[in-house]
Every structure is written in structure tokens, then in C-alpha cells.
């Protein structure tokens, strides 16, 4: 199993420009997220799928950002136009819901984004 | 609602001391219980787990974690520190709403190990 697949690792964008963000879950896995990490703010729940419709996206942080989940082994997170303070490091993660069982995440390796 | 509280943001040992790790955690219904680890430029992976049954778990790499339900909490120690555990910790706490499990995570620590 290769793990949770992020891409690009790092972009490096100027303010107004449109970023792409990708993600590949681990084949069988029900849920997909998508998390912001920053000094300021910690860990963020962006949006979050499952069985790749959107369930909650309230922590996406204007219309400026958009995901989506064309199919179980792919999702992107678009930010078009981008801004400076959008720079952090974007995580996809995704776990199998079995049961009651609470299995926890497993994220990809990140996609640090810098805004400049 | 839940919440997690990590108390430090820093934690320094040195190497082969006893780590202490602390977190807190409110729920309105038994919770499950998180510890992830971060190493740099990675993404967190899974600690150790409480679900339910035996309050005390054990993960990987030596680390543990006790759920106390009077004291809601749940800290993670490992009895000796090594180099190679240095890294961000985080814990986190899920709930039930409408079965997603969705969990909430604690700002972190960050754990130093002095030579």
C-alpha cells in the first residue's frame, strides 16, 4: 500500500493565480479530508467526503477555495485566486469506516503551499 | 461539543528521561481518544487509539497512554526519550454526530530531546 499521495509537494504561486492541489486516498477507504495546517491556527478541517460526496465543508474558508471528488482514488482542492495568507501546508487524509470501529486518519505527506 | 486541550506547546527532556505528554479533552458523550505524531515535513500518523475496554493502550515506539475518565484526560508518556522521538505531538478526541467520528485536534506539542 502506498499510502495517501499528495501532490506537488511544494508550489510555489504568485498572489492571484490559481492552485491546484491533488490527492489519492488508500484504495478502499470511505472518507476523504482535507486539512490546512498553520502556526496561527493549528490543524484545520477544511471539507471532508465520503464515499466522495461532499458531507461537510464548513471549514472552507471562502469561495475562494473549492474540492472535489470525481472518483473513490481522486480529489483536488482548488484555491483560484490565491492570496498571501493562504500559504500553509495542506494535508489530505483518508481513513475506511468499518462498524462502530473508529479507525483513525491516514494523512499524505502535505503539499506546502507558498503565496507570494 | 468536543474540544482538546494540550497544555505546553514545548516539551523538552533529555534523552532517556521520562516523557509526559499532557491532554484533555471535553466530550458530552464517551469519546474516542487520539494520539497522532508528526516528524518534519511528513504528516501525522497514528500513535495509539482509545476506543473502548482497557483504559490503558499501549502504540508504537514505546509510547502509552491512560484514559481517565474522572479526569478527563489522556496523557502520553514513554518511560525512557529518545533522539528519534523528537517531533510534534498532537491529540485529538471524536465524538458521534450522526456516526461520522469526525475528531477535533488538539494546537500540539512539540517534544524536544536534549542529548
Known amino acids: 500500500d502506498a499510502g495517501v499521495i499528495q501532490s506537488p509537494r511544494h508550489e510555489v504561486t504568485e498572489m492571484g493565480q490559481e492552485v491546484t492541489l491533488r490527492c489519492k486516498p488508500i484504495s478502499g477507504h470511505d472518507y476523504l479530508f482535507w486539512y490546512r495546517q498553520t502556526m496561527m491556527r493549528g490543524l484545520e478541517l477544511l471539507i471532508y467526503?465520503?464515499?466522495?460526496?461532499?458531507?461537510?465543508d464548513s471549514g472552507m474558508p471562502e469561495d475562494r477555495f473549492s474540492a472535489k471528488m470525481p472518483n473513490a482514488s481522486f480529489s483536488t482542492l482548488k484555491i483560484q485566486p490565491s492570496e498571501p495568507r493562504d500559504s500553509a501546508v495542506y494535508f489530505c487524509a483518508s481513513r475506511k469506516w468499518a462498524g462502530e470501529t473508529a479507525y483513525g486518519y491516514t494523512f499524505g505527506s502535505g503539499t506546502r503551499l507558498t503565496v507570494v | 461539543a468536543q474540544s482538546v486541550t494540550q497544555l505546553g506547546s514545548h516539551v523538552s527532556v533529555s534523552e532517556g528521561a521520562l516523557v509526559l505528554l499532557r491532554c484533555n479533552y471535553s466530550?458530552?458523550?464517551?469519546?474516542?481518544l487520539f494520539w497522532y505524531v508528526q516528524y518534519p515535513n511528513q504528516g501525522l500518523q497514528l500513535l495509539l487509539k482509545?476506543?473502548?475496554?482497557?483504559?490503558l493502550v499501549k502504540g508504537i515506539n514505546g509510547f502509552e497512554a491512560e484514559f481517565k475518565k474522572s479526569e478527563t484526560s489522556f496523557h502520553l508518556t514513554k518511560p525512557s526519550a529518545h533522539m528519534s522521538d523528537a517531533a510534534e505531538y498532537f491529540c485529538?478526541?471524536?465524538?458521534?454526530?450522526?456516526?461520522?467520528?469526525?475528531?477535533?485536534f488538539g494546537r500540539g506539542t512539540s517534544l524536544i530531546v536534549h542529548p
Open positions: 485529538a478526541v471524536s465524538e458521534k454526530p450522526g456516526g461520522s467520528y469526525i475528531p477535533t
Open positions: 466530550s458530552s458523550v464517551p469519546p474516542y
Open positions: 467526503f465520503n464515499n466522495n460526496v461532499p458531507i461537510d
Open positions: 482509545y476506543t473502548t475496554g482497557a483504559t
